[in-house]
Nanobody
Framework: QVQVVEAGGGSVQAGGSLRLSCIVS????????MAWFRQAPGKEREGVAG??????????DSVKGRFTISQFSQDNAKNTVYLHMNVTKPEDSAMYYC??????????????????WGQGTQVTVSS
């Protein structure tokens, strides 16, 4: 059973930084590709950033130049994915979710294309 566990959310003032982490195990799941989504109250879940096994990344326009996704794999046992959030804005406030999928959905930004999800971690950016 694939497990996805996020950590690192919290509160930060606008302009500050935060790092989210996500551990996925076992990582042998279909050469999985990872992504971060977020959902604010009353809004749809949106893709924020994603990364494939080769390190290719994608970002939502709203976070380009501010957020960075990276990963660290330990053989096939565990993969840790990070979301480095810099120059944060109040509109970045949301519940952030880590998710895993496999081909052909590696670069999808649709939540429906992801198979495994973490429980979410809250990020609040105050002005």
């Amino acid at each position: 059973q694939v497990q996805v566990v996020e950590a690192g959310g919290g509160s930060v003032q606008a302009g500050g930084s935060l790092r989210l982490s996500c551990i996925v195990s076992p990582y042998t799941y279909s050469g999985s590709c990872m992504a971060w989504f977020r959902q604010a109250p009353g809004k749809e879940r949106e893709g924020v950033a994603g990364i494939d096994t080769g390190g290719k990344t994608w970002y939502a326009d709203s976070v380009k130049g501010r957020f960075t996704i990276s990963q660290f794999s330990q053989d096939n046992a565990k993969n840790t994915v990070y979301l480095h959030m810099n120059v944060t804005k109040p509109e970045d406030s949301a519940m952030y979710y880590c998710a895993a999928t496999g081909p052909p959905h590696c670069y999808s930004r649709r939540a429906i294309d992801f198979d495994y999800w973490g429980q979410g971690t809250q990020v609040t950016v105050s002005s």
